[in-house]
């Protein structure tokens, strides 16, 4: 296909669902060139399949005044109209100081969950996040939000800049469906993510803690790595953690369990929601704000709760109505509703295609 602009997806890290998100995009939205400009993480490898639905990529250098000057020289270089789509938030710094917006350049942010909403930092470093979004609001075109509650963060005033709810997707998955997989050593649960204060490793290993006191043969993983006193703690507690693993090989982990259970603390929405959906397990959250709106069937606030949750899930005919319910929940999280939503965010700037 022919194409007759460009999109330059800018992103601080290319990982975890920030990078699943972005490869979404590119995928549900064929009419333009996709570009990718990004930087490594250390704990998450990227292998070159990753890369499969870009027309170009490129690495940005180390140092902040380097990247600045590195996307600017880059989004000048190209020829013709350019959405420059920024990612999360120090994608969106660096795009929002390198490039200024204009109609034949206009700058898209996705924040991915914002700065501000972190429940590690105090609340004046917090205000100082939200301070600083507000600032760089004033030179951005549209946000593409990942929610209905992200959506109604992105409207700052006095700009108002025009929002787009771009739902998260779980991708296209080829590992087989869960099919509720019967085991004679109990019950298997499922964590994901980064160790680390976000995903909240110690709430899970607690909420995993208190349901063994009522199903003694519960068996525990993690899906990922970081922090190593989080991995500890989770160890401690019997508590598996597989380390990094490639995409293909987590989704296939994620299919062997029998429920995931989402602890964040806070979060754009999940992507790891999605792909146990996707997956076919039934989805146990944390109840946090980022779920207000999605109606999810089974949340719960204390690790005490827990148990009581698991025992609703303890027959296959019980866990399959669990999955039917989150599978109306998160129907419109799906490659239809998105592509829709991108026509919507970049079609003012791309003659409406």
């Not at 180390?62 to 190209?78: E, K, P, Q, S, T």
């Not at 019980?318 to 829709?340: I, P």
Request: net charge positive; aromatic share 8%.
């Amino acid at each position: 296909m022919t194409t007759s602009f460009t999109v330059v997806h800018v992103t601080e890290s290319f990982a975890s669902g920030t990078a699943a998100a972005i490869r979404d995009f590119a995928r549900n939205y064929p009419s333009a060139e996709h570009h990718l400009v990004y930087a490594r993480r250390t704990e998450a490898a990227v292998s070159t399949t990753e890369f499969a639905g870009f027309t170009a990529t490129a690495e940005l250098p180390d140092g902040h005044a380097a990247r600045l000057g590195f996307i600017r020289r880059y989004v000048n270089a190209l020829a013709g109209p350019v959405v420059i789509h920024a990612h999360s938030s120090k994608g969106g710094v660096y795009a929002r100081l390198a490039v200024r917006r204009s109609a034949r350049r206009p700058i898209v942010y996705s924040p991915h969950c914002y700065a501000f909403e972190r429940r590690d930092v105090g609340p004046a470093v917090r205000a100082a996040f939200r301070t600083v979004e507000w600032l760089l609001s004033f030179n951005t075109s549209a946000y593409g939000a990942c929610s209905p509650r992200e959506a109604r963060l992105s409207h700052w005033p006095p700009t108002r800049p025009r929002v787009v709810t771009v739902p998260n997707v779980a991708g296209p998955c080829t590992v087989p469906t869960n099919g509720d997989r019967t085991s004679a050593t109990g019950l298997r649960v499922v964590g994901n993510g980064r160790l680390g204060a976000q995903k909240d490793p110690v709430f899970f290993a607690d909420a995993v803690t208190h349901a063994r006191r009522a199903h003694p043969d519960l068996q525990a993983v993690w899906i990922g790595d970081g922090d190593a006193e989080h991995a500890g703690y989770l160890a401690d507690r019997r508590i598996e953690v597989t380390g990094w693993m490639p995409r293909s090989q987590a989704l296939a982990e994620l299919a062997r369990g029998d429920v995931y259970l989402h602890t964040a603390v806070w979060e754009g929405l999940p992507i790891s929601i999605l792909e146990a959906n996707a997956a076919g397990l039934p989805v146990v959250a944390r109840t946090r704000p980022y779920l207000h709106g999605q109606r999810l069937p089974l949340t719960f606030g204390r690790p005490d709760e827990f148990a009581g949750v698991l025992s609703a899930l303890s027959t296959a005919r019980e866990r399959a109505a669990a999955r039917d319910a989150t599978r109306v929940a998160l129907a419109d999280n799906c490659d239809g509703s998105q592509q829709v939503a991108l026509k919507e965010l970049y079609g003012p700037y791309t003659g409406g295609r």
